[in-house]
């Protein structure tokens, strides 16, 4: 969205470029203010691409913001809007720094919004050209002149007076000849033996070859228009050739060409910066990707060690514990009264048993998640006598092996939750295959509820962290809704590939 600012303090003349705006320039967002102090105030606080300000206005003119521009190193390009009569200072506005002037009175005004176009076009080709000069110490000075008096009396004057500028002078046949090959020159100067039509068909081809090259226009008459003209086509300066002339063609010149240096560095040094910034951004996408990477290692790692806990449990400690209850009935066959012994036995059986579950449940590995989950939730009713609502849906492929895990521990997690801080409230579980191919999983309570983002933001919530990033790392994606005395809904979405067989 290109955004713009126009300052005007005719209502109608608003009323009317707003509607051009609004038809012809839907991408444009376009703001007005009605008086200079305004704008500066607003340009202050936002940037704006493009800036339009009426010539006359209260409080700040035209030319008074422009000033406060140029002492703020405010390079946002800025369209002078004149009224009739006004050319002189429009010639002064353009000569302050605006790129265009149009008058609000001609027929021109009416394509307001495509030289808004041209302007903000122009302007972010420069921002984005190359540029590898330094402020000069020296420059190629290219002087287009007819008349030979003119042209030694000029070249004299600066090897006299500015040996930093090397003038050579070349006739208009000569500059045309030259067009066909590469510029040499570092600044152009169109004399003033040329006649304005000249001048200008001159400035449109160089521009078209060239959008920065510094030029100044030397006019042997003080015609507004021609003025005008030369700025809109994009000249840095327009002198009428008079006593002191020379002088002052040469601290055009020395500006124009500190402007353009200074703009090339700054083009520079803003390329630098967004590859420096491109650069960071990839170290910081590679450094995140490398996390993510390392977390789902963990993660695998972490199901891989409560498998073998589990499998240990089971075959080592649980094979002893039923053979040691073996022996004990058979002591008690044989007259001796160990009841209390083989009771203990069967609760630290049991214990076992629920333990290795609760770390891998083998129901997991061996017949899917929806066996897994009926089990996790019948043993969640029992040990809290709670009651939970469950719907589950799933084909009867299985899903893929960390997707079945995930959801089993989403589910753990979130059961585990609602026992810890919402017991005894209504609490509803869904695990649904969507017709667009997710998997829905959803858990609900009517507990008390919390501050999501703070919980999340708290060291010690590991629970709620690592439920989020596992989603994740299983490619899905999580909400977490809650607050307080309405509740908690967890609900996550994961893209499905069905497939026959699963991995763990």
Known sequence: MVRVLYAEDDSQISQMVQLYFTSGAPDYRLEIVNSGRKCLERMSQERFDVVMVDLMMPEFDGLEVLGQLSARRDATPVIMVSGHGQNDLAVQALRAGAVDCIDKNSAEFRSIVEIVRRVHSRHQNRLAAQATNPPFAEARVLLIEPLEKDSLSIVHFFKRNAQ???????????????????????????GPGLTAELALELLRKVRTRSSDLPIVVVSATPRSETAVATFKLGAQDFLVKKEGYQLELVFSLNNALKSAATAQLNIRLTKELAELNRSLEGQVADRTKELRALSARLLAIQES????????????????????????EAGQKSGVNLSEALQSTDEILRYVRNLTQQLRPRILDDFGLKSALDWHLDLFRRQTTMIVGCEIALPAERLPGLLETTVFRVVQEALTNVARHARGAETNVAVILAEDGHLIVEISDRGPGFDVERALSKRDSLGLSGLVERVQLAGGRIEIFSKAGQGTRIHAEFPVQVSETSSS
């Open 164 to 190: 930093s500028l090397h003038v050579s002078a070349v006739t208009p046949e000569e500059f045309e000849e030259s067009l066909k090959f590469t510029l040499l020159c570092d600044a152009l100067v169109l």
């Open 305 to 328: 060690e409560r498998r073998v806990i589990a499998q240990e449990l089971h075959d080592q400690i649980g094979q002893m514990l039923t053979g040691l209850r073996f022996q004990l």
